[in-house]
Nanobody, 122 residues
Framework: VQLQAYGGGLVQAGGSLRLSCVVSGRTFSSYVMGWFRQAPGKEREFAAHITWSGGVPFYADSVKGRFTISRDSAKNTLYLQMNSLKPEDTAVYYC????????????????WGQGTQVTVSS
């Protein structure tokens, strides 16, 4: 099983980025897909999750209204559209998959991507 995250980079505050996570090696139809992030010196935290079958997404308060999680099952790809980025969004972003809740708890996620760096300059 592989989750390959990419799309990070350097962007100015107020800008946008779209992260992608390509999944392979198994079927995730019964799984919940999540995005987590880890800022320098901080613990990894939940950002958003969505069911692979296309259920209602859920967001952390810190990203609600600015980030959008989605997936394209035909492309086996999970996305995180990030708009109105702030310097405090600077972190390594990870995609992950779980079939056990609660879905905002990182320890419940069994499969993880390698992370992609997002840096937001002020």
């Amino acid at each position: 099983v592989q989750l390959q995250a990419y799309g990070g980079g350097l962007v100015q505050a107020g800008g946008s980025l779209r992260l992608s996570c390509v999944v392979s090696g198994r079927t995730f139809s019964s799984y919940v897909m999540g995005w987590f992030r880890q800022a320098p010196g901080k613990e990894r935290e939940f950002a958003a999750h969505i069911t692979w079958s296309g259920g209602v997404p859920f967001y952390a308060d810190s990203v609600k209204g600015r980030f959008t999680i989605s997936r394209d099952s035909a492309k086996n790809t999970l996305y995180l559209q990030m708009n109105s980025l702030k310097p405090e969004d600077t972190a390594v972003y990870y995609c992950a998959a779980s079939n056990v809740g609660p879905w905002s708890i990182q320890s419940k996620y069994r499969y993880w991507g390698q992370g992609t760096q997002v840096t937001v300059s002020s």
